[in-house]
């Protein structure tokens, strides 16, 4: 499995960005995916995870501002994000959880104030 994020750039605070992850295999349908970030001298953290059925959650941090659709047919993930805040800044990665972890090779985010 490989996965291809995109989408990534500089925006003003208040603006939307809209990632995409292309995941290649089988194996995309029936795994969760999810979004990570890590922003400059921080921990990676979990953004957002949709699972196989639909089922979505996110990070307190964005709830309400960024969503995560999957089109399983295109095997792509997205995560929607608005009202970007500087805080958002990172580099985001998805991720696919099946019996082994695939990562993405990351894309940067950054919300200038």
């Known amino acids: 499995v490989q996965l291809q994020a995109s989408g990534g750039g500089l925006v003003q605070a208040g603006g939307s960005l809209r990632l995409s992850c292309a995941a290649s295999g089988s194996v995309f349908s029936i795994n969760t995916v999810a979004w990570y970030r890590q922003a400059p001298g921080k921990q990676r953290e979990w953004v957002a995870r949709v699972t196989s059925g639909g089922t979505t959650s996110y990070a307190d941090s964005v709830k309400g501002r960024f969503t995560i659709p999957r089109d399983n047919a295109k095997s792509m993930v997205y995560l929607q994000m608005n009202s970007l805040k500087p805080e958002d800044t990172a580099v985001y990665y998805c991720?696919?959880?099946?019996?082994?972890?695939?990562w993405g090779q990351g894309t940067q985010v950054t919300v200038s104030s």
């Open positions: 991720a696919l959880h099946a019996r082994v972890n695939y």
